[in-house]
């Protein structure tokens, strides 16, 4: 070996700094090699962290941007042509950072509450509510039951109502109508509307009082009364009409989903609807 590293020495076509790195086995070009190689993938996820960290920065600001856009909408009622056509925009905006993504079921299973909506069926809640002082509409949330799922599973529509002279207020009574679903692509579901129950009824201290008055002993009759009322559940199925037929239902796009929000389009004209992640709900 040090007869042919002599050769090479002499050899007038290489220089010496040339011949020490051969000497060395090109141990120090392979090292030299290296280190500029991880210097650029360095500089390379490096780039890609940022770019990862300004999209998401990015998306939530457009998240924002959309609820303070439906913010001062009443959750529709009062939306003008203008403010639901920034609101479209908004919308198609937040869909398009996770379009094309399937839906997982699994981030899906949760209660979500409604911020806007321009479904015709629900801002008719709104309008009675606004015209009819005696009838008053809380909170609208949708919760999704399909844990451990990949093909559907449970959803209910949940409407807080109340009758102010009679129940408490905001909260007096729920509405929940409740509909299996199936998961038709990666990202449409099919509802098919299963039960419409009323349930947790709250009647307030005056109507109490008339029913079984605190300053008088309550008889068994009296609190069996409250008891009756407080645990009072009305269930009205919703079945097909003729045998082989499907059940009332409809296609329901869910066109954004992520940690805290949902975005959703009913499929034929029927409105869009934008959620925000509530904390989870008993019924």
Request: charged fraction near 20%; proline fraction near 4%; include cysteine.
């Amino acid at each position: 070996m040090d007869r042919i590293t002599s050769a090479t020495i002499s050899c007038p076509a290489f220089s010496t700094p040339r011949v020490c790195r051969n000497k060395s086995f090109g141990l120090n070009i392979n090292t030299d090699h290296r280190k500029r190689f991880s210097c650029r993938v360095a500089v390379a996820s490096g780039n890609t962290t940022a770019k990862v960290v300004d999209s998401e920065l990015d998306l939530e600001y457009k998240k924002h941007d959309l609820l303070r856009a439906v913010q001062e909408t009443q959750r529709g009622l009062t939306a003008t042509s203008d403010q639901r056509s920034v609101i479209e925009e908004a919308l198609v905006t937040v869909e398009g950072f996770n379009g094309g993504e399937a839906i997982d079921l699994m981030k899906l299973d949760a209660t979500w509450r409604l911020q806007y909506t321009s479904a015709p069926d629900v801002v008719v809640l709104f309008e009675a509510a606004s015209r009819f002082p005696f009838f008053q509409v809380g909170q609208i949330f949708q919760k999704f039951e399909c844990r451990d799922r990949s093909d559907g599973g449970i959803i209910r529509n949940v409407v807080q109502w109340s009758v102010p002279s009679l129940l408490e207020e905001q909260e007096g009574a729920t509405l929940v109508v409740t509909a299996k679903f199936d998961k038709v692509s990666s990202r449409n579901i099919y509802l098919q509307f299963e039960e419409i129950s009323v349930r947790n009824i709250n009647i307030n201290e005056q109507v109490q009082s008339l029913l079984a008055p605190a300053i008088l002993p309550r008889s068994f009759l009296n609190l069996q009364i409250l008891q009756f009322i407080r645990t009072f559940n009305a269930q009205i199925p919703v079945t097909a009409t003729s045998p082989g037929r499907r059940s009332v239902g409809g296609l329901y796009y869910l066109s954004y989903l992520d940690n805290n929000m949902l975005l959703g389009r009913s499929v034929g004209g029927g409105g869009v609807f934008v959620f925000t992640k509530s904390q989870p709900l008993e019924l």
